[in-house]
């Protein structure tokens, strides 16, 4: 796809500037358009009504693109300058296109005796008078280019009913010349095309990250279009079932602006209309907000309202409230956006793309403030925990007890008849002596206490393990938090030193256990009963420690006054429940040790 | 400590004899400290340090530092799994720790899977020798057995420091050829290799990148 959509967006805008006798041809297109749905309202398929569905969910997938066009645009002013070269190609070729379509659609709706040209002319006329005063067209030309860009697509794509699809995909084969041919095929073809294309300029850049800048720059300025033009998609789609009569408004006021094609078959449609007072329409053509939009459909309402069903009303409602949501998705500053959409109403001078850029651009702060300070002082519990060698001390425990499982089926296969029941007897036995009581989870314990009882235990056993590092780490954190005074430590520091030391002392006491399951394979004489006693115990009492740890932080924390306290509390106390977690199931993995040692 | 930003994590094993110097070694290596005691290794230990390959790739070395004595033998086997690179450490001043390099060697062979590790032959204590100890295995034989098995070669001192870096550095990065080369994968379920976290500052970039296709996921 070497012509993007940035292109063509360039091309409406360069016609804006310089050639407004484009804009007044999109008017009358539109015109045009109206004046063909309404003499069709019978025609009107039920078929779209599964339509606008998948136009918001393509809607909100490119509402985000639509976001982040911005900043691109601002970035590389230069791409763009480069693109204009081809700009003038593409719309031309448009054009016969477009018009073969129109065309066709013309022949097949309008009865016979129907003059092509003269009404568009008459309703053009009409609408200039009802629906835009000379105050709404005061749009500020800037606005009135940045929306017609956004919003040139979307008019074809709703001229007309029965034809709409095939307009879309004639629009959308516009950026991939070299399947032009396709654009008369059946709407189903279409909607699906559509959709593969969008994936493959979304992920064009991703793939191909060569070329990565040009490429990115294409496509979001390709999404830009689509996006937009998908919005106001969705609500032309809605509005189809609505009535046809509505449908034209929206699409006369909100897709009117300015398609590159249909202006120029319009040209040739109604090459003796006059032009001479539609200046004031020009300007307002691209320009518009949603303000205009209800504005423009309201009036119309008032002048059409016997045509108009009675549900329409509430279909326009929920259009609404579907546009709200879709341009609500994602964005944190939302109420800014409402502000401003309020604003708009009055003054009708931020446009909707302005207001999402800004929303873009705060969600962007805050999300990057939000890295930066991940960045500056959290560590999570794992990355903590794997600092401190726990995890690979974990994993090594898991191969060493593999190993000694491994064996033991070796051993069990090698055995029938009483021995092996005897064999599986002692090995549950063992299972049995391992069974950690659940009840003694709660209690709190000192650390000398703690010391105390984990020295005897490994007394017991008779293996130079060593768990005075571990007590180290309990103390210098109960100093740590004695010496923390509230006015030099916040939140955040707490919550840190919190999780270190949980994940230290969690990390030491699997260290432990597994150098305890290496030694106690290389012991020579075994006394599981005694063995499985002592690690059961220094389990329970290493899940004590660690609780006991935890409360002493949270107790700490919840001296402070702030809202991220409580979550702070909560996450101390879900790690504290990971770490007894971890020991535990380090001393699961001694189980097949101890049975190692029994047989 | 090893700050967690790197981009691949290679593990590697010491293996050698009882008190050649495997975790002197290590310890200089990752501390840049030699204890003049120390305790024999139980099981295996475990060092970590951040090292930069030539393209300036910033890779984490998990290091295992084994234990040398006979008793933890079959445990030790148990660890070799998993590695995709193996030192085989002797001690310059005795000679039998040289002469059990090549049995290190194939129970390297042997334990190490699924892929073949990148072997160094590194030799240990070069500060005894230059202070009188005595040297018992030549620079020249010990080069010769290392281009016998296609394998890099170098003598360190964990006192000095003497080429303590340069060896690790050696293993690194030819472990990384051939990520490059294409003979290592990062696989699943194999903890040779593992990717790490990227660098803050190719954050912004990896951001922007993913950017078009975010829509997809989240809305």
């Known amino acids: ?599 | 400590m090893v700050e967690p930003i790197f981009d691949y994590q290679f593990r590697l094993i010491l293996i050698g004899d009882s008190t050649v110097g495997k975790s002197s070694l290590l310890k200089y290596f990752t501390d840049g400290k030699f204890a003049e005691v120390s305790d024999p290794t139980v099981g295996v230990d475990f060092f970590a340090r951040l090292i930069e390959v030539k393209d300036g790739t910033r890779i984490k070395l998990q290091l295992w530092d084994t234990a040398g004595q006979e008793r933890f033998r079959s445990i030790t086997k148990s660890y070799y799994r998993n590695s995709v690179g193996a030192l085989l450490v002797y001690d310059i001043c005795n000679m039998s720790s040289f002469e059990h390099v090549p049995q290190w060697m194939s129970e390297a062979k042997r334990h190490i899977e699924p892929h073949r590790p990148v072997f160094a032959l590194v030799g240990c204590k070069a500060d005894l020798v230059n202070n009188g100890g005595q040297r018992e295995v030549s620079k020249e034989e010990a080069k010769a057995f290392a281009d016998n098995h296609g394998i890099y070669f170098i003598e360190t001192s964990a006192k000095s420091g003497l080429n303590v870096e340069d060896a690790f550095k050696a293993v690194t990065q030819e472990v990384y050829n051939r990520i490059q080369s294409g003979e290592y994968k990062v696989e699943d379920g194999w903890d040779g290799i593992k990717t790490g976290f990227s660098r803050p500052n190719s954050l912004d970039y990896h951001l922007a990148e993913a950017e078009p296709a975010r829509p997809s996921c989240c809305l």
């Open chain 1, 1 to 599: 796809m070497e012509t993007s959509d940035s292109e063509y967006f360039e091309s409406a805008d360069e016609d804006l500037e310089s050639d407004t006798e484009d804009n007044t041809r999109s008017k009358k297109t539109s015109n045009l358009s109206v004046k063909n749905v309404e003499k069709n309202l019978e025609n009107l398929k039920i078929e779209h009504i599964r339509e606008p569905e998948q136009n918001i969910k393509e809607n909100r997938m490119e509402y985000s693109d639509l976001s982040n066009t911005s900043s691109s645009e601002k970035a590389n002013p230069d791409d763009n300058l480069l693109m204009k070269p081809k700009i003038n190609q593409e719309p031309i070729n448009n054009n016969s296109n477009n018009k073969e379509i129109v065309e066709q659609v013309l022949k097949d709706k309008l009865p016979e005796d129907h003059n092509l040209n003269k009404p568009a002319i008459q309703l053009n006329e009409d609408k200039s008078e009802d629906l835009w005063d000379e105050d709404e067209l005061n749009w500020e030309l800037e606005a009135a280019r940045e929306f017609s860009e956004s919003t040139l697509k979307c008019t074809v794509v709703s001229k007309n009913d029965d034809s709409d699809w095939n307009d879309f995909n004639a629009d959308w084969e516009s950026e991939s010349p070299s399947s032009l041919p396709l654009q008369e095929d059946g709407t189903k073809m279409v909607q699906s095309s559509t959709q593969e294309s969008l994936w493959e300029n979304e992920w064009e850049p991703l793939e191909e990250p060569e070329d990565k800048s040009i490429k990115q720059n294409e496509s979001s300025w390709g999404n830009w279009g689509w996006g937009v033009s998908s919005l106001l998609n969705t609500a032309s789609s809605l509005t189809n079932h609505v009535s046809q009569g509505l449908t034209t408004v929206i699409e006369s006021s909100i897709g009117i602006p300015q398609p590159e094609e249909l202006a120029k078959i319009n040209k040739e449609l109604s090459k003796q209309e006059p032009t001479e007072d539609k200046q004031k329409n020009d300007n307002s053509v691209g320009a518009f907000d949603l303000s205009n939009l209800v504005s423009g459909v309201s009036k119309f309402v008032e002048t059409t309202g016997s045509k108009v069903i009675t549900g329409g009303l509430d279909t326009l409602e929920a259009i609404g409230k579907k546009t709200a949501a879709v341009i609500q998705e994602g964005d944190p500053g939302l109420k800014k956006k409402r502000a401003f959409l309020k604003l708009d109403s009055i003054t009708a001078k931020p446009n909707l793309s302005q207001a999402l850029r800004e929303a873009k651009e705060k969600a962007e702060e805050k999300c990057y403030e939000q890295q930066l300070q991940s960045k500056r002082k959290i560590k999570n519990y794992e990355t903590l925990f794997d600092d401190h060698q726990g995890l690979v001390h974990l994993e090594a425990l898991e191969m060493l007890s593999k190993l000694c499982l491994i064996k033991l089926d070796n051993i069990t296969n090698s055995l029938s008849g009483d021995s092996l029941n005897d064999l599986q007897e002692t090995l549950e036995q063992v299972k049995e002596l391992c069974e950690l009581s659940e009840d003694e989870e709660e209690d709190k314990i000192s650390i000398d206490q703690a010391d105390e009882i984990i020295s005897n235990c490994v007394k017991e056993i008779s293996i130079p393990i060593s768990y005075g590092k571990m007590f180290t780490v309990c103390r210098e954190a109960n100093g740590w938090l004695d010496n923390a005074k509230l006015e030099f430590v916040d939140n955040i520091d707490i919550h840190q030193q919190a999780l270190d030391t949980l994940a230290q002392i969690t990390a030491i006491a699997v260290e432990q256990f597994h150098k305890a399951g290496e030694l106690l394979l290389v012991k020579d004489h075994r006394s599981t009963a005694d063995e499985a006693d002592s690690l059961v115990q220094i389990t329970t009492i290493l899940k004590s420690l660690i609780l006991t740890e935890a409360e002493k932080f949270t107790e700490k924390l919840s001296c402070l006054k702030s809202d991220e306290v409580n979550e702070n509390i909560t996450n101390i106390f879900f790690e504290a429940g990971n770490s007894a977690t971890y020991i535990q199931d380090a001393f699961q993995l001694l189980i097949p040790v101890l049975q190692v040692g029994a047989v």
